[in-house]
């Protein structure tokens, strides 16, 4: 049963006339800014939640909910012994805190009734432990063409609420940001950009312990230096579609601050094919490289991934 990500109860309010709105409850997958659908290996990232979308009101969607308990590869059901698991936990066991949390209560709305715009604001307050805020912009600069250009600038702010700082003795005071040009052709999208964490101290680190829409969804590895204090990210994206297949490539860059001792690096090449076999079945193919030194663990080295997914809709 720990294996099972969607086992969930869901109802739309057809009945009562009323659009494009439902409450899902149980375990499911979510794909949002702080809870991205981070499917990297074996096991997608999944909740045990309540969720409540609408689309009822032209041009913004609204969603919130709360996050009761987590599942991931990254999963550990003994935090002490540090073993990997499938099962559910809760969100205390998640970021390892010696009481009881009420886990996370979230809103996020998507707005675009501003030509060529979509406007994101969100917020994730984790009881007894910090709280979230973020908006995101993307502006499409020439909608009608086929070769479209879309700067896009994310800001996040984050700070520690409750007995987090008392009981942990971890300061949060953390704010970032994102930006990019997007560009698409037909099948093809490429993005440039940076991800910037402000500060130069542990206190100002950025907290993802759900692996969101930050930098970018590192398909392979989960090398974190560049969530850090002082920390500089560079990235380029890409991917490209044709027939039943599709390319995906990343090159990412960090530097960590440069203020001693706190310096590091790490860089990141992913390469990822995946091909339709049937309207069910499907394959990929995911090539991975990094190379690190992290002066934070007294830590440097190189890792390679080759992996082959065979996979199947049903």
Not at 98 to 118: A, D, H, L, Q, R
Not at 259 to 280: A, K, Q, V, W
Request: glycine share 8%.
């Amino acid at each position: 049963f720990s294996l099972l990500n969607n086992a969930f109860i869901s109802y739309d309010f057809k009945r009562f006339g009323i659009k494009d709105t439902k409450i899902t409850i149980g375990r499911q997958s979510l794909d949002l800014n702080f809870v991205a659908n981070y499917n990297i290996r074996q096991k997608n990232q999944a909740f045990e939640a309540i969720v409540f979308e609408t689309k009822a009101i032209d041009k913004l969607a609204i969603t919130m909910g709360h996050l009761e308990k987590f599942s991931s590869w990254t999963s550990r059901y003994n935090v002490h012994e540090g073993s990997t698991s499938n099962h559910f936990i809760s969100i205390e066991n998640v970021e390892e805190v010696p009481y009881s949390t009420n886990g996370f209560k979230f809103i996020e709305t998507e707005f675009s009734g501003i030509p060529n715009t979509v406007l994101t604001v969100y917020d994730y307050f984790g009881h007894d432990l910090y709280n979230t805020i973020g908006s995101k912009i993307d502006y499409t600069i020439n909608p009608n063409s086929e070769l479209k250009f879309i700067p896009r600038f994310h800001y996040i702010k984050q700070w520690d609420v409750g007995r987090f700082k008392k009981r942990t003795g971890t300061v949060v005071k953390a704010n970032a940001f994102q930006t990019g040009l997007k560009m698409t052709f037909k099948g093809f999208s490429v993005e440039p950009g940076i991800f910037k964490v402000m500060g130069h101290d542990p206190q100002n680190n950025l907290q993802v312990p759900f692996f969101g829409r930050y930098i970018i969804n590192e398909p392979l590895f989960e090398i974190d230096l560049g969530f850090t204090g002082g920390s500089l990210s560079y990235f380029l994206e890409s991917s490209y579609g044709w027939g039943k297949n599709s390319l995906y490539f990343l090159c990412l860059h960090t530097e960590q601050s440069t203020d001693l001792p706190r310096d590091g690096y790490s860089r990141e090449f992913n390469l990822i094919y995946s091909r339709d076999i049937t309207e069910s079945a499907y394959f990929k193919i995911k090539l991975g490289n990094v190379e690190y030194h992290n002066h934070d663990t007294i830590e440097d080295g190189f890792l390679n991934e080759y992996r082959l997914f065979l996979g199947y809709r049903f």
